[in-house]
C-alpha cells in the first residue's frame, strides 16, 4: 500500500520562504508521477506543480519563477521549495503520487482524479 506523508507547512510573512516535503512508501519511487495541489478556503482544488514519468515539470502560472519541485530517488521525497510568498498561497498543500500514470506532467497538473495515492495535507498560512 503506498504511503503519502508531508511535512513543512506554515506560517509565514509575506515574501517568506516555506519549505514543503512529501515521503513516498509503498512502490519503487523512481516510477510515479508526482505532483503538489493546494485548495484553500472557498476556491477549488488547484494543481500546483508537477512531474510526470519522465522527469517533465511544470507549473502553475501563478507560482512559476516562485516554487520550485524536486525529487530525490534516494530518500524517496518530493520537495516544494516555495519563495515570494503572496498572500493568495495561503492554502491546505497537498502531495499525490500515481504508480500508472501516461500523461504528461501538464495534463497531470489539470488532473487531479489521476493521482490515487494522497497525502494528509499541509498548512501554508501566509500574511501581511
Known amino acids: 500500500q503506498v504511503q503519502v506523508v508531508e511535512s513543512g507547512g506554515g506560517s509565514v510573512q509575506s515574501g517568506g520562504s516555506l519549505r514543503l516535503s512529501c515521503a513516498v512508501s509503498?512502490?519503487?519511487?523512481?516510477?510515479?508521477?508526482m505532483a503538489w495541489f493546494r485548495r484553500a478556503p472557498g476556491k477549488e482544488r488547484e494543481g500546483v506543480a508537477a512531474?510526470?514519468?519522465?522527469?517533465?515539470?511544470t507549473y502553475t502560472d501563478s507560482v512559476q519563477g516562485r516554487f520550485t519541485i524536486s525529487r530525490d530517488n534516494n530518500k524517496k521525497t518530493l520537495d516544494l521549495q516555495m519563495s515570494g510568498l503572496k498572500l493568495e498561497d495561503t492554502a491546505m498543500y497537498y502531495c499525490?503520487?500515481?504508480?500508472?500514470?501516461?500523461?504528461?506532467?501538464?495534463?497531470?497538473?489539470?488532473?487531479?482524479?489521476?493521482?490515487?495515492?494522497w497525502g494528509q495535507g499541509t498548512q501554508v498560512t501566509v500574511s501581511s
Open positions: 509503498g512502490y519503487p519511487f523512481g516510477v510515479y508521477c
Open positions: 499525490a503520487a500515481e504508480r500508472n500514470c501516461l500523461g504528461s506532467a501538464e495534463w497531470l497538473l489539470l488532473q487531479p482524479d489521476a493521482f490515487r495515492s
Open positions: 512531474i510526470d514519468r519522465v522527469g517533465k515539470i
